[in-house]
């Protein structure tokens, strides 16, 4: 089965059984490598992408769910909550080994896309991600700081005339 969709802005297609995880097909045929195999369960979080607006695992989401569907991982984010988001990452130092932090920054980007005026507690509550180094603590600072960033341009934007 062939599926297209658009990934990053583009679009592509990949070839594979119906039932195939979405994650294959991103690393394996279409090199998005920042999307991550970690549990295969939908638990841990490190395959997160974005679909349709959507923070969702593509461990396990099949290929036949996404057919005509926007997706972007975390080589295809950008704009200001994705910069604000790395930016709070950065000045928390939240990454240890890094290797969930791609599936935790595009998790936290589609949560606060949604609702820029969320609370740190509200957007942590919806980042069900696992990080097996244990940066809770700098996550939640990180979230912090991004929400403090897209406030502090917003009053900036909405002073300026």
């Known amino acids: 089965m062939t599926v297209e969709f ?15 995880p979405l994650l294959w097909a991103l690393r394996d045929e279409l090199g998005m490598v920042g999307v ?10 490190a395959c997160t992408v974005i679909v349709d607006g ?10 036949a769910d996404i057919a005509g569907k926007n997706i972007a991982t975390i080589e295809g984010l950008s704009g200001p909550v994705f910069e604000a988001v790395v930016a709070g990452w950065t ?16 998790a936290a980007t589609s949560v606060i896309a949604a609702d ?9 509550a919806q980042l069900t991600n696992i990080c097996r ?6 996550i939640r600072d990180a979230v912090g700081l991004a929400l403090e960033t897209l406030r502090a341009d917003a009053r900036k934007a909405g002073g300026a005339k």
């Open 6 to 20: 658009n990934l990053n802005g583009r679009k592509v297609a990949a070839v594979g059984a119906p039932q195939s």
């Open 36 to 45: 991550k195999f970690g549990c295969g369960a939908g638990l841990c979080g």
């Open 54 to 63: 959507a923070q969702t695992r593509a461990c396990q989401t099949s290929l």
């Open 91 to 106: 000045r928390a130092q939240a990454p240890q080994c890094g290797y969930c932090q791609p599936g935790f920054v595009t």
């Open 116 to 124: 820029q005026n969320a609370t740190p507690e509200s957007v942590l």
């Open 133 to 138: 180094c244990g940066t809770y603590d700098a």
